[in-house]
């Protein structure tokens, strides 16, 4: 059985002065040690899910789970918590708190309470990691938004938590540096923490994740496994949500091409693509 | 709930709004009404002020430290005023200009956390004045500090307790103690200025008259506009920062405050 | 809106030599200006300036336009000090009266000690400010923070200082945006008329100040917030033998200079 | 001859008292009636460059010309300016200046003192084409980052300027609603809207631009048609900056089916890839 590392149980969520729940006896189960991602329409609670996971906001109803046991709400084990749990979030102005880039990487490291040389060791490797050298000693106030939003992931990878929430990650970033960032949280997985992000990109869902979870109106409507979740056509197509340009692709391929492969999945990358069709040139 | 975001959006209210932040922020003064410049003092009036104003302020320090051990959330909202605070003396200063008069924004700030916290918060607010817009002084901080910071407030809290106690009307408590604060920082600035610039014939007495004088012209509508400034700011608070107020422990949920228009 | 101190001291020339040897300089010259007497005062100006603007290279334009400023105000400010008045009954023993007008029963006169006075403050206020320029220039806050944490100030001080700076940038950044923003639909017509814009932004500035305050508080929440704030930074300084020097020979030779003279 | 609505002159900008230009001597002429695209990496100058388009920062030297004339900066010529031209800023919570969703699509139509009429019948246009009807009332502060972007562009779109400058306008969007947005920028322009868009999604740019200007480090180093600029292959690279997923499928296909079409460049959507794989399977 694979155990959940955070559940939410009929959880319920309204924002004070809203009439309308964000989220609606949600129910969701995330898998420890896999890259999960929510798809979802714009306002469909995305975000208020990732502020409930991390403790910020409380629940009116219904109870969330971390490694099994109920959050508590008081400060201690809050900062408990947080310990275990990064949040990036969708607004990188609203995560930057420090008044250079180098000295908001080392926040979180300093509220962990690492001895300095580790401090220095880590924070070098995240501005590598995030191509940021350039900047580390500039003022926040003086990068543009794109750079902003590479150190507040920066910020939070650094820590690495045992759970980390990325709140749609790649907006704002250019191609090269989703890649790069791609292949951090690769690294970041690779060293057992659990990923969920929230996105809006299609492709980069369908090649990441081990699980997708789609939300409406506050709720969890659909998961599973990639290949799963977009092959529900009926509930897609409902949802006037698309599929991914690679998924589209292989449907629109002569279906004797496809046929050769049996009934596998179609290819979730360019790359895995471009090596089936090699392999159907040299037998 | 909306109600009073939209009276923000009247044009008269714009206008009054408007006129008083012109007025408060606008209007340059002589000699930094509320400043005294980098150098100005004689150093034995310098290290004076400097030596009254430090046990005030490690007093304040003192009470805050206790404060904010149990409520280590409150230190932003402290962080918050002072640079609320800050920023509305640097709207109006085009680019580099170093000065002018403005709102001190001490009174609420009185009113909200004690004269205590606010000597040193508006130490603080000094501090990045001088820092980030070489505005005042580094040397004067002591005197300046001790008229913006320290007896200012008091007077301030002074004046919102008392009118509490005796009126009730909490409007005008709150109107009051902003003007008053405001008020009182120029007195003691004109004093500060009188007792190092004593005039050759009449002394310390003359020569307040003078600075005083000179203040009062622009001195006393700006203290107006800063009361009236405060009542609105606080109307505001009290719909939209009602936690953060509750979290100060200022206003107890069942007083009604500010929902009338 | 910007503030010219804070990116400077950001990108002048000076960063990388050591906020220590920069603020000892600033210090000791301060110290000069406030013990001596004009002669040395136009002197400090004149070997300030060099800091400033050749070595630092502060744009010309913007360090003298502070400077103007500041003179300005301390313009503003001299009546107080020339103009004296006295009771008409006594003018005539006036030795201290330059030239003088009675009005009423009060004479109103130009007194030469106030004039003396007011020579020696405006010359030794500059001389003090463009030390203290110096110093704003060249030495970013975080820096002054790093040292405030040095030399044991409380903790309480310098986090509230720093949180203090992020949020002032945080709330200029949102005050110039939302003008900019109302620019930019040509929103600054109508508020002209009815007294800038500026009674929009206020009322705007505070509310989108709120909102980004709670957003912060949530965001101090989810980054380990521990009720203490600290940050680690790599910044290596040199000193410099080299200005070491001049600076110690420039103050020798204004104290040499004071000397001499008194 | 095309016209040139908007062209840069070798314009160099820095940012106050910053050491490093964000436009360096950068020429760029914006063709009149089409729909362009601005590519680059974070911190390039896109956003800088977008932000002289509107007159709302000066260029330090060089020329901006606005209809082939120079644009003036008196507050008289900078009104005039920005009736014609119209700004989406990268970050939503930048733009939104009013209390709720309708006020702040009617601040600019009021300050265009238009008739009432007129702007209740445009307001209510605009809430439909942004799918905002359910939250019109709602204050901004209640909305989610994705459904600000929305009311951020629908601000802007609805005064109808002659140039319409969109800072990433498709970050944050859902993919139903970035299909939406481009169908309404289709429409804006079939009225005769110029458009210029910074982004960072290449399949749009491929699919969408009619020109794409490359900016690297301040400058403009590539310009033309879709498929000419990404044909550049050896610039492309050099940058590592990829290529649309849709191109990249076309060159995986086995090279005897890409044949049967001669030379043309590869298909710029789905749509026209499968036309394209259906006429094949039926000749
Ligand atoms: N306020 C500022 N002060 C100083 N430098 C700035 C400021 N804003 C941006 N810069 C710098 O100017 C350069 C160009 O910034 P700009 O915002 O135009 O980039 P961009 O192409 O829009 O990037 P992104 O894709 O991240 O939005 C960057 O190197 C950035 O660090
Ligand atoms: N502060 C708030 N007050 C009231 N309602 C809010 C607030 N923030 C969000 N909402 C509402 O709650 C719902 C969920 O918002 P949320 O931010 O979680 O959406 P999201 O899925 O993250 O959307 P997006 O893709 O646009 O980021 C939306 O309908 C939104 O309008
Ligand atoms: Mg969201
Ligand atoms: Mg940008």
């Known amino acids: 059985m694979t155990q959940w590392l955070l559940e939410f149980d009929k959880v319920y969520y309204t924002y004070p002065a809203s009439s309308i729940p964000a989220l609606n006896e949600l129910t969701l189960r995330l898998p420890a040690g896999k890259k999960s991602v929510l798809l979802g329409y714009n306002g469909c609670g995305k975000s208020t899910l990732l502020y409930l996971a991390d403790g910020l906001y409380k629940p009116q109803r219904g109870i969330i789970r971390w490694q099994g046991k109920p959050i508590k709400y008081d400060r201690r084990s809050l900062a408990k918590l947080r310990e275990q749990v990064g949040l990036v979030f969708q607004d990188p102005e609203q995560q930057l708190v420090a008044a250079t880039v180098e000295e908001d990487i080392s926040y979180g490291l300093c509220n962990l309470g690492l001895p300095a040389a580790e401090i220095e060791q880590r924070v070098a490797q995240a501005l590598a990691d995030f191509d940021l050298q350039e900047v580390a000693t500039r003022p926040i106030h003086h990068l543009s938004l794109g750079q902003k939003k590479r150190v507040a992931l920066a910020g939070v990878t650094v820590l690495q938590p045992q759970l980390l929430l990325l709140d749609e990650p790649t907006a704002y970033l250019d191609p090269l540096q989703v890649r790069q960032l791609i292949a951090n949280l690769q690294t970041i997985h690779a060293n057992g923490t659990t990923l969920l992000m929230a996105t809006h990109d299609l492709d980069l869902a369908y090649q990441w994740a081990d699980w997708i979870f789609v939300m409406h109106q506050g709720k969890v409507i659909l998961e599973g496994s990639a290949a799963t979740v977009f092959s529900q056509r009926t509930i897609l197509e409902d949802l006037q949500f698309g599929l991914p340009l690679i998924w589209e692709v292989w449907a629109a391929l002569p279906s004797e091409l496809r046929s050769q492969f049996g009934e596998c999945p179609p290819p979730k990358t360019i790359d895995e693509l471009r090596r089936l069709l090699f392999l159907l040139n040299n037998p | ?261 | 809106m910007h503030i010219y101190i804070d990116t400077l001291a950001y990108t002048n020339r000076l960063r990388d030599l050591h906020p220590i040897q920069k603020l000892a300089l600033a210090i000791a010259v301060l110290f000069i200006a406030f013990l001596s007497h004009p002669p040395t005062h136009i002197a400090i100006l004149f070997w300030m300036a060099i800091w400033n603007v050749a070595y630092a290279r502060i744009p010309a334009e913007i360090y003298l336009k502070m400077i103007v400023v500041t003179g300005v105000f301390l313009l503003i400010s001299l009546p107080a000090l020339v103009v004296n008045f006295t009771s008409a009954a006594v003018y005539p023993l006036q030795a201290d009266s330059l030239a003088g007008v009675a009005l009423g029963s009060w004479y109103f006169y130009i007194s030469r000690t106030g004039i003396s006075t007011a020579l020696e403050i405006t010359l030794r206020s500059l001389s003090a400010v463009s030390c203290l320029f110096f110093a704003l220039f060249t030495v970013p806050f975080s820096e002054i923070l790093q040292l405030l944490r040095k030399i044991g100030c409380p903790v309480l001080l310098t986090e509230l200082l720093l949180l203090m700076y992020r949020f002032i940038f945080v709330f200029l950044q949102t005050a110039t945006q939302l003008w900019i923003a109302s620019e930019s639909r040509n929103g600054n017509r109508f508020w002209k008329v009815a007294w800038s814009s500026l009674g929009m932004l206020v009322p705007q500035l505070f509310f989108n100040t709120f909102k980004r305050y709670r957003q912060l508080s949530l965001t101090f929440a989810s980054r380990g917030f521990t009720g203490e704030f600290r940050v680690w930074h790599s910044r290596r300084y040199q000193f410099s033998l080299r200005y070491a020097l001049e600076a110690f020979l420039g103050c020798f030779a204004l104290l040499g200079l004071e000397f001499l003279i008194f």
Chains 1, 4 share one sequence.
């Open chain 2, 1 to 261: 709930m909306l109600g009073l975001k939209k009276l923000f959006f009247k044009p008269t209210v714009l206008f009054f709004v408007g006129a008083s932040a012109c007025l408060t922020v606008g209007a340059a003064t002589p000699a930094q009404a509320m400043h005294i410049m980098e150098g100005y003092l004689p150093v034995g009036w310098a290290i004076f002020w400097w030596l009254v104003f430090f046990p005030c302020f490690a007093l304040g320090l003192r009470s805050l430290h206790r404060l904010t051990k149990e409520n280590p959330d409150l230190k932003l909202l402290l962080a918050l005023a002072g640079a609320f605070t800050f920023v509305l003396s640097a709207l109006k200063m085009p680019s580099v200009t170093g000065s002018s008069s403005h709102p001190t924004g001490t009174g609420l700030g009185a009113i909200l956390f004690g004269p205590m916290a606010m000597s040193v918060l508006g130490t603080l607010v000094l501090v990045f004045q001088a820092l980030l817009l070489a505005h005042g002084g580094i040397t004067t901080l002591g005197a300046n500090a001790m008229s913006m910071a320290v007896i200012g407030p008091f007077f301030a809290w002074g004046t919102y307790q008392l009118l509490m106690q005796y009126s009730k009307k909490q409007k005008l408590a709150i109107f009051l103690a902003a003007a008053l604060a405001n008020l009182i920082t120029y007195v003691v600035t004109s004093l500060q200025l009188a007792l190092a610039f004593p005039a050759e014939n009449g002394g310390i007495l003359v020569s307040f008259l003078k600075f005083a004088g000179i203040f009062a012209v622009t001195q006393i509508p700006l203290a107006i506009s800063e009361g009236f400034l405060t009542v609105l700011v606080w109307n505001w608070l009290s719909v939209y920062g009602r936690t953060e107020l509750e979290q100060l422990n200022l206003i107890k949920p069942e007083v009604r405050i500010g929902a009338e228009n």
